[in-house]
Antibody, heavy 115, light 106 residues
Framework: EVQLVESGGGLVQPGESLRLSCAAS????????MNWVRQAPGKGLEWVSY????????YYADSVKGRFTISRDNAKNSLYLQMNSLRDEDTAVYYC????????WGQGTLVTVSS | SYELTQPLSVSVALGQTARITCGGN??????VHWYQQKPGQAPVVVIY???NRPSGIPERFSGSNSGNTATLTISRAQAGDECDYYC?????????FGGGTKLTVL
């Protein structure tokens, strides 16, 4: 069974940092590109970042470029998102997802940025 | 920049067919994916690459994509289908989601 489990969310103050993790199982993680997608309270889905299967290609949404860093460890079947200089508008549930495949999404992890 | 346009809401009578559209310039040349999201839950893939249905998704869900419009069709709509639906594509190294459509089953 394909499973993605996010962790690392929490309450932080503006300007602080947080690192999210996504543990994958049930499929050959190293063969799939991965993404982070977020959803602010009461809002729609917003793509955050993409990483190719070998980490050779990485893309970011303009809203997080220069502040967030995506990475992966194929040996550990894990995806990461390092979030620095967090802002109020980064408050959201963050999901990891392969996108474009029949894989389910994770349950998400809530990041709250507030003073 | 590329934009995806979904109706804010669609209504369908119980047991009838609902069609949710996703508009974009020449979207027929792109792979379109559809997600279902119920309140408080993570999105669920209901259609990927235009018309493919993951295992476990009822045959009542189907997708098509041509020209400037992709369509998610839900046949024999049930009360449990009432929730939000999002389309998604790739364009120029960016993932785009439609704004979402709230499906109401009357």
């Amino acid at each position: 069974e394909v499973q993605l489990v996010e962790s690392g969310g929490g309450l932080v103050q503006p300007g602080e940092s947080l690192r999210l993790s996504c543990a994958a199982s049930g499929f050959t993680f190293s063969s799939y590109s991965m993404n982070w997608v977020r959803q602010a309270p009461g809002k729609g889905l917003e793509w955050v970042s993409y990483i190719s299967s070998s980490s050779s290609t990485i893309y970011y949404a303009d809203s997080v470029k220069g502040r967030f860093t995506i990475s992966r460890d194929n040996a550990k079947n894990s995806l990461y998102l390092q979030m620095n200089s967090l802002r109020d508008e980064d408050t959201a549930v963050y999901y990891c997802a392969s996108l474009g495949y029949a894989h389910p999404w994770g349950q998400g992890t809530l990041v709250t940025v507030s003073s | 920049s590329y934009e995806l346009t979904q109706p804010l809401s669609v209504s369908v009578a119980l047991g009838q067919t609902a069609r949710i559209t996703c508009g974009g310039n020449n979207i027929g040349s792109k792979n379109v994916h559809w997600y279902q999201q119920k309140p408080g839950q993570a999105p669920v893939v209901v259609i990927y690459r235009d018309s493919n249905r993951p295992s476990g998704i009822p045959e009542r869900f189907s997708g098509s994509n041509s020209g400037n419009t992709a369509t998610l069709t839900i046949s024999r709509a049930q009360a449990g289908d009432e929730c939000d639906y999002y389309c998604q594509v790739w364009d120029s190294s960016t993932v785009l989601f439609g704004g979402g459509t709230k499906l109401t089953v009357l």
